[in-house]
């Protein structure tokens, strides 16, 4: 299911940061994945579902070039992907295959895809940054996905970068790297997050005016009642 735009608007003003605050709240701790810088800076935060894809282990007998003509291929799972959504690939962290090249990115553009997360690399680094797909990944290697890795599956559960990731979950991605908000979790989350970025903003004009940071952040009651006073007179 598709992201409302009033949901994604929401998501893109609220930081990865913020969400890691809010999850761990909740009992969340492990909701960061590992691996996942940008593959450029300026990227913008891209919010979207989860559409998974899962690589394991390369095999000799299946892990070849003719495997790139199969039903169950990147190119097929590339085909499926609704537009907005977020590809998020396991690929168990293998730093020297790249899983996508240029031209598979560049059909991800062009089937409106949001963005790529993967724990892995991506190859072909210049004509990936040409096609302006945002890709948060962990570096750039040469060799193809079938030099070390075997494309198994999508749309179904995936660990990237150490955190579980069921489809149609929600990404968030900025500079800090990927944030998952679970599915159930999503409308608790669009309620709260734009009042933990509101009070966050607010923290820092008070430490602009060199306010101490002890009973600022976390606020106490006193500090509570003044930023109280300052919403109801905005």
């Known amino acids: ?71 169950i291929s990147t190119r097929a799972a590339i085909e499926a992907m609704p537009e907005g959504c977020v590809a998020v690939v396991d690929a168990m962290g293998v730093a020297d295959a790249g899983i996508f090249g240029d031209i598979l990115c560049n059909r991800m553009v062009q089937r409106k895809v949001a963005g790529l997360v993967t724990d892995g690399v991506v190859r072909d680094a210049a004509g990936v940054l040409g096609t302006s797909l945002p890709v948060w990944c962990n570096g750039v ?32 991605v900025d500079e800090d790297g990927a944030v998952l908000i679970p599915a159930a979790l999503l409308d608790q989350v669009l309620a709260e997050a734009p009042e933990q970025e509101r009070m966050e903003a607010w923290i820092i004009t008070e430490v602009d005016r060199g306010v101490p940071l002890p009973g600022l952040y976390p606020m106490n009651e006193e500090t509570k009642a003044r930023y109280a006073a300052w919403k109801a007179a905005q």
Not at 38 to 61: K, M, N
């Open 141 to 172: 290697a040469a060799p193809p996905s079938v030099a070390g890795l075997t494309f198994v599956g999508w749309q179904e559960p995936i660990a990237c970068g150490g955190v579980a990731v069921f489809p149609d979950d929600v990404v968030v």
């Open 1 to 71: 299911m598709t992201l409302d735009a009033q949901t994604i608007a929401t998501l893109q003003a609220v930081s990865t940061a913020t969400l890691t605050t809010i999850l761990l709240k909740k009992g969340l701790r492990n909701v960061w994945m590992r691996g996942t810088r940008p593959i450029r800076p300026g990227q913008p935060r891209v919010v979207g579902r989860a559409f998974t894809l899962r690589f394991v282990p390369a095999r000799e007998d299946l892990a070849t070039p003719a495997s790139w003509a199969s039903p």
